[in-house]
């Protein structure tokens, strides 16, 4: 009887494997270190209390003074040509629809990261989006929008890991919101442009007990490349075949093994 060489089948699919992986393919996995553009997930840290804002009655007031309840953080910037519109009417769109009372439970904040950018513009596109809202009233007073300085606008977005790049008049960035407790503890992110009701909801509960939660986005960052001249993310198969090929690969090497084994305690004929 032919016996299968199980060990030396399992050794040669691990060097197979071992060579062939994604960024064989030009593909390098996202983490924190190799982030350009994009989020750098800082959960369990805080965002400084003294970065100081300019609101909408042109007044500056620190983070510090803001944040006291759980909030939600939105770096945009408002001449965006790209995903910050579809970000932003997300959010006008899930505020209706949460569970939960905006301005006595949690709170928005949408904050300019380009210092150029007056408060006149702001207000402006905040009215835009208040237009959408089927019940804006309780979002003129709680979703707040604010510029600031270059100095004050580094600090917040390496408080909170939102990394960019300026090209011309514009910036290349991505879509994500950032949640934090009542003490300015980064909580949780969420990533997009579309968000579900109950993942909002879930987030702001936990924020106010100061609960972090890794963000389940992760699982689809390794499956979606962001595209920064389509300002998009887009699928990359080899991302997505790759661990399918690995557990199909694993499970027929498990096979062999068993049959192997059950071959060799059956009694060969004589």
Same mark, same amino acid.
């Given at each position: 009887m032919r016996r299968t060489n199980a060990p030396g089948l399992i050794l $040669? =699919? $691990?060097? #197979? !494997? *071992?060579?062939? /992986?994604?960024? *064989? #393919?030009?593909? %390098?996995? @996202? %983490?924190?270190? /190799?982030?350009? @553009?994009g989020i750098e997930e800082h959960l369990d840290e805080y965002v400084p209390g003294d970065i100081v804002l300019t609101g909408e009655n042109g007044d500056t007031i620190s983070l510090g003074r803001l944040i006291d309840k759980p909030t939600i953080i939105n770096l945009v910037y408002f001449r965006c040509p790209g995903i910050c519109s579809p970000l932003m009417e997300g959010l006008a769109d899930v505020m209706g629809k949460v569970d939960l009372q905006l301005g006595k439970d949690y709170q928005v904040l949408t904050i300019s990261f380009d210092p150029r950018e007056s408060i006149d513009l702001a207000i402006r596109k905040k009215n835009n989006y208040l237009n959408l809202m089927s019940n804006p009233e309780p979002a003129k007073e709680n979703w707040k929008f604010f510029v600031s300085d270059s100095l004050n606008i580094a600090r917040l977005t390496r408080a909170v890991g939102f990394k960019y790049k300026r090209t011309? /008049?514009? #910036? =290349?960035?991505?879509a994500s919101i950032t949640v934090v407790s009542r003490d300015r503890k980064i909580t949780r992110y969420l990533n997009g442009t579309y968000f579900l009701p109950f993942e909002i909801t879930m987030a702001i509960t936990e924020a106010s007990k100061g609960i972090s939660a890794p963000t389940v986005n992760r699982i689809l960052q390794y499956c979606f490349s962001y595209d920064p001249v389509g300002q998009k993310y887009v699928l990359s198969m080899t991302r997505v075949a790759f661990p399918i090929i690995t557990l199909t690969v694993i499970? !027929?090497? !498990? @096979? =062999?093994?068993?049959? %192997?084994? +059950? /071959? +060799? %305690? +059956?009694?060969?004929?004589?």
């Open positions: $040669f =699919l $691990f060097v #197979f !494997l *071992s060579a062939v /992986n994604p960024a *064989s #393919f030009g593909q %390098t996995a @996202i %983490t924190p270190q /190799n982030v350009e @553009i011309g /008049n514009d #910036f =290349l960035h991505a499970v !027929l090497v !498990l @096979i =062999l093994v068993v049959r %192997t084994r +059950k /071959n +060799k %305690t +059956k009694p060969e004929a004589e």
